[in-house]
C-alpha cells in the first residue's frame, strides 16, 4: 500500500517513523516549510522505500523570499528522490497569510513544477473557484498532479480530472457528515483516484483523535473499498498503480509485513 501524502517528521516518535516504513511499501513524506523540505528529502534519502515533495505550504510563505524559491528548485534538482513540488496552493479558511501572497506563490511553485517536469501536489482550502482560475491560467500539465486531501466540489473534482489530475482522499472521507466528500469520491473516476492519511493529522474515524500515522491507511483502504464496492485488494492495486504513475517512483523494495489493523 503507498500513502501519497504524510508528513514523516511529524509523527510522534522514531518507532512510529519506523513501523510506519515496515508496514507500507511505500509513502510520499511531504516538506511544507523552510525547515521540513531538507527533513522530507533525508528521511526519502534513509529509505529504499520513501520518496520526498517539496514545496511552501500557503500557511508558511509569511517570510518567504525569491531566495527561498531557488532553494527549493535546487533542492528538487540535486535529489532524485525529489518526485514532486508541493504542497503549494490556497488555503482561505483562516485568515493566516494574505490572498495576494498565496496566490503568487501559488503561481511561482506551478511554474517550478513546469520547468522541473514534477507532478503538483495541490492544497486548496475555501479557495475552490480561485484554484481552478489559477490552474486553467496554466494549462496544460505535462506532468500532472494531484489535489491533495480532497474537500471540494463535484463540479471541482470533474474541472481537475479533465485537466489531467488526480484526486486524494484522506481519513476524513470516513467521518459520520462526510456525505458530499464521499459522494464526490463515488464520482471520482478510478484510473484519477488517490489515498492518503496527510498524517499526522485526519485520523479515519475508528481512530479519530489520536494521532494519525500512515499505518492507518489501511482503515481508510478498508472504507473507501465498502464504499466502492470492491475488495480492499483490488482498491490497494488500483490506487498503487496511480500513484506510481503519477509520481514515477522505480520499483521499491517491498520490506512490508502483515497488514495491520491495530
Same mark, same amino acid.
Given at each position: 500500500?503507498?500513502? #501519497? ?14 513501523? +510506519?516504513?515496515?508496514? =507500507? ?15 522530507? $528529502? ?6 529504499? /522505500?520513501? *520518496? ?35 504542497? #503549494?496552493? =490556497? ?21 517550478? +513544477?513546469?520547468?522541473?517536469? =514534477?507532478?503538483? $501536489?495541490?492544497?486548496?482550502? @475555501? ?11 496554466? *494549462?496544460? *500539465? ?10 471540494? @466540489? ?6 481537475? $480530472?479533465?485537466?489531467?489530475? *488526480? ?8 467521518? !459520520? ?9 463515488? @464520482?471520482? !473516476? #478510478? ?5 492518503? #492519511? ?26 473507501? +473499498? ?27 523494495? /517491498? ?8
Amino acid at each position: 500500500m503507498i500513502d #501519497t501524502h504524510a508528513h514523516l517528521d511529524m509523527l510522534d516518535s522514531e518507532e512510529d517513523i519506523l513501523e +510506519s516504513v515496515e508496514k =507500507l511499501d511505500c509513502i510520499i513524506t511531504i516538506g511544507c516549510d523552510r525547515e521540513e523540505i531538507y527533513r522530507a $528529502v533525508d528521511l526519502a534519502n534513509r529509505f529504499d /522505500n520513501v *520518496y520526498a515533495s517539496v514545496g511552501f505550504h500557503p500557511y508558511d510563505i509569511k517570510d518567504i523570499t525569491e531566495n527561498d524559491l531557488e532553494k527549493l528548485k535546487q533542492l528538487a534538482e540535486k535529489n532524485k528522490k525529489v518526485v514532486a513540488i508541493g504542497e #503549494t496552493g =490556497l488555503d482561505f479558511y483562516r485568515n493566516i497569510t494574505p490572498k495576494n501572497d498565496q496566490i503568487y506563490f501559488f503561481e511561482k511553485h506551478i511554474q517550478l +513544477s513546469k520547468e522541473l517536469e =514534477l507532478p503538483l $501536489v495541490i492544497h486548496s482550502r @475555501s479557495a475552490e473557484r480561485e484554484t481552478i482560475k489559477i490552474l486553467e491560467k496554466y *494549462y496544460p *500539465y505535462p506532468a500532472s498532479g494531484v489535489m491533495h486531501c480532497f474537500g471540494g @466540489s463535484i463540479d471541482m473534482m470533474k474541472v481537475c $480530472v479533465d485537466m489531467g489530475f *488526480y484526486i486524494s482522499f484522506a481519513g476524513n472521507v470516513t467521518y !459520520p457528515k462526510a456525505d458530499n466528500l464521499r459522494k464526490v469520491l463515488i @464520482s471520482t !473516476p #478510478t484510473d484519477r483516484l488517490l489515498l492518503e #492519511t496527510d498524517s499526522p493529522f485526519l485520523s479515519p474515524q475508528k481512530k479519530r483523535g489520536k494521532p494519525n500515522k500512515p499505518t492507518h491507511i489501511y482503515y481508510t483502504l478498508e472504507f473507501v +473499498s465498502t464504499l466502492l464496492e470492491i475488495t480492499a485488494q483490488q482498491l490497494e492495486d488500483i490506487t498503487d498503480m496511480n500513484a506510481k504513475k503519477l509520481f514515477k517512483i522505480r520499483e521499491y523494495q /517491498n520490506i512490508t509485513t502483515d497488514k495491520i489493523l491495530e
